[in-house]
């Protein structure tokens, strides 16, 4: 292995393979991910859904979000008013607000042209979250208008959207898109990531603990440990590269990649372009070579091939020159508990003491999924596997460990809420107490109550305590209009503590439950607060008062706990005396405690978070509002009159089921609620004389989900040989060419249904698939008669070997079953799963030909013998009545060979195992995050039918003779987890080497899969 960074011996390999990469992927790619693959889910088909509409935007929004949607359409007024820091005035753009579920996220993108806002406030907000989420997703609508100018802006006019997310994968790095939207919703809110210890921290400990990483590695990640990702390593290349260079830097930069895409970096070239003659300013500055001991040495050292490794390496060598003098100015003043192994990357989240020297807390990392262990004498016992915790927030007492998760609904992708859940640790019985608004943070109330926080569809929120039971409601507490309520606990005399959260800023209160009078407790300020808790003499809570996390109480006021890199979750022990929490490090929080006779108080020393103030003055965020939201009317949105939204074309046609592009001519349509969606056009496929005509389509919009797949062509068969009787007692051989029309349909309807629950995925699906297919006007073209033992050409006009026109039709049901655990990042198959499937199909075709077949397979996941390492079981066995009707497999045959008979099963056993983490790259094409290794053995047995007739007595007869081959089949597979040219697209490649006893020879396979996460 070499590192990237230093190695240019291969820059003309490169230049030759980006080039061939970029006329495959402008179009391959987005037609794939984009046109056909961006599908992100639909609300419940019974949603009513209205808009508003202006020449500026519009918002799709549920009915019940009408008021809203309201303050949605003021603030991109306000959005679309601004004078961004881009230079670019966006363009009209529509806003999917999907309010029914419990995810707090959002994107935005081309191929369709739209942006979609999750609208359930998260517990870690820090200011208004619809105005966080509008300004984060409005900035990457400027990005991509910004982009699309000059050629792209041609090339768009010919291909459609699917061009600009083309150009903008390839060219443009997702640490630009994010970090720069990143840095917009800092410089556009009084909040933002930009002034989130949380956020920032990551990449402080890494670069100030482990030195700052080689560009692809930052930019790649990891499997083995824990890298901060593009949101914040972007927010510090974008933003300290602006407060240097200027915002112009990135205009030109989008400009660039826009108007140039034919260049072979266009990122780095804008990047040198604007960088040229200021950089050697920057470095002559004397404040900034103070930050290093031989500055020159340093500015050469950071000299990269390409301009932007360069730009990252300036950055971050800075950044951590006075990080580390921030760092050895905050001592550790506390007790770390003992973890089994401290060197390994993971987090220990919100750690509360249970007693007997026992503290249960929430795990993940790279290699563990999400887990409730409990650590006890440097042990680990996992107590429980998790699902999504969005909030890493647990909470224990007498024996029961609750916290919020997210449970997916049965079908609708944003139909799934935030529910409680709690475990009796003793028992190990685990229930779930979900309701039709979500629930976040629980927390105990007075004996045997529970409480938490409560946010309905119009994200109105309520503090809710309850029974033991989590069900019968005891009394509420309402948050007032644009109010939150994040982290409450009980204070044992009647209240409950709370931080609130409101466009005025963030404040902790007591909330008297019975009265609801609040007595303030903290000033109403821009600044992040969370999880205040009752001490024996005021309270404790986690704030970022100082620029960095760390927890403070209210007697007398300065901080109780300091770390070098934040600390949080605040607990106490039963009797008050110790407290509990989490430090961050670059291997993830690790948990600790305090004896509060140790703690130090002094003054809250307030610092300002300086990058995120620069930038918020270069914004120059300062205009008149917009009108009053009461101004903004809605109207129905009728999902039928825009079922059909054309958004892209091209030369290739993209296939969903086949996961493929043909050349062709094609025309891709999604409606902007992801219901329906067909891409129709003319392809040039195998088997076709000039290529056919294809429709494929697919509507969600109902529980089932119906598919119809079409096409329709000229097909051509060549040295079809047939005999047929001239006269009784002769008769003549031909052999031709076959040339006939041919249509195929297949229609198919699925139910799916998701049964996943906590740390297991699961998912049913019942499916019907019917697929008939006609041939017809036949014609026959180089017509040659066997005469005499040879072949005479003969007049194609023979009407004895014109054939008549033929049906066939397959009806086929299948229920597939999966029930997996989640996986980490380093597990190459669940630890534990199995996917079991059955079928039955039955073809019928012209002359009353019938067969049918069965099926059943299943595959199982077993631990292996060290963690990570995986056991695969597969099962199969398929039976048919006529293997040469129904010719296709529907269960696997042993790796290296196809096997098929009219009875047919398969056992294949596999091994895997992870090799190395290499985190490195082989030449500046390709970086490899993790290399595998597996030893598979397959064995089949296949049964294979031949009948001939026997002559008798009177009259011959047919017999049947059975015959049953056994065949297997072993070796090795290594594959890698890698990273092709800079895209975050997952790459699964590598070989497969064994031998097989079909042929009693060695075989190897090329292993290549593409994965679409990013």
Sequence with gaps: MINEDKDITHQEMMMTFRRFLLAALLFILPVEVSAQFVDLGQDP???????????????????????QAREVAKLYARLYAHANSLGTRARKISMIVRANGGQSNGNAGWAPKKSELYAVPPQDANVEWMEHLCVHEFRHVVQYDRINQGVSRVLYRVFGEQYTMALVGLFVPMWLLEGDAVVFETAATKGGRGRSPEFLNEVKARVVEKGVDPY????????????????????????????????????????????????????????????????????????????????????????GWKSVITLYRDNFSELRGVWEREALAINHRFDTISIPSPGLAANYHSPVPAGNGRVYAYKVGPGEAGAIVELRDGRERVIAKVGSLPDPHIAYRDGLVVWSEYKPHPRWEHGGKMAIVSLDVASGRRRRHASDANRFAPFPAWQGAWGWVEVDENNRASIVIAEADFAR????????????????????????????????????????????????????????????????????????????????????????????????????SAGKDTLYFSFYTSDGYRPALLPLERRLPGEIARRPFDLADALASDEEWNFTPAEDSAS?????????????????WGPFFPDRDEVNARPGLAVSSQDKLSTFYWTGGYVWDDGYEGGNWRLNATYKGLWPIFKLNARDGRIERRNVQLTTSQEEGKADTARFTDRARETRLSASVEFPVNFSDGGRRRFFTPRVVYSPRWTYRHEVRDLFLLEKGSWVKAPATDDRFTRPATWSRVAQCELVFYSLDRASARELYPRRGERLGVGYARAWSSGAIK???????????????????????????????????????????????????RRFATTRLSYYLPLAYPDRSLTPLVYFRQFNAGVFLDVAAAEHERRFSVAGDKESAVRVSRETRTFRSFGLEVTSDARFLDLTFPVNIGFRAGHESMSNAPFVNFLFSVGLSI
């Design 45 to 67: 088909s019974g949603t009513r859904w209205r808009q508003i509409e202006t020449r500026d935007f519009q918002i799709i929004y549920p009915d019940f979000f009408e008021q």
């Design 216 to 303: 692809r590695k930052a930019v790649l990640g990891s499997n083995a440990e824990i890298i901060p990702d593009r949101y914040a390593t972007g927010y510090f290349m974008v933003g300290n590269a602006r407060r240097h260079y200027g915002k112009e830097l990135w205009q030109e930069v989008f400009e660039r990649v826009g108007r140039k895409p034919h260049e072979l970096f266009p990122l780095s070239l804008a990047i040198r372009e604007a960088t040229r003659t200021r950089r050697d300013s920057l470095w002559n500055t004397p404040g900034f070579r103070l930050l290093f001991d031989n500055p020159d040495s340093a500015k050469r050292a950071n000299e």
């Design 473 to 572: 409601e005891v009394t509420r507490v309402e948050a007032g209009e644009g109010e939150l309520f994040i982290h409450p606990s009980f204070d044992e005399r009647g209240a409950v503590l709370a931080v609130s959260l409101s466009p005025a800023g963030m404040q902790v209160a007591s909330i008297d439950l019975k009265s609801g009078q609040r007595e303030a407790l903290t000033a109403r300020e821009h600044a992040e607060i969370d999880r205040p808790i009752a001490a024996r003499d005021g309270i404790f809570y986690r704030a970022a008062w100082n620029g960095n996390n760390a927890i403070y109480g209210t007697d007398p006021g300065g901080p109780v706990v300091e770390s070098r890199f934040g600390a949080r979750y605040p607990s106490l």
């Design 632 to 648: 903004y009317r809605g109207t129905p949105y009728r999902e039928t009159l825009h079922a059909v939204n054309v958004h892209s």
């Design 851 to 901: 067969a049918s077949t069965w099926w059943a397979d299943a595959n199982l996941y077993f631990p292996g013998a060290a963690r990570y390492h995986s056991v695969a079981l597969y099962a199969g066995y398929q039976q048919k009545s006529d293997p040469l009707l129904l010719t296709g497999n529907q269960v696997l045959s042993p790796r290296g060979i196809f096997v098929s008979g």
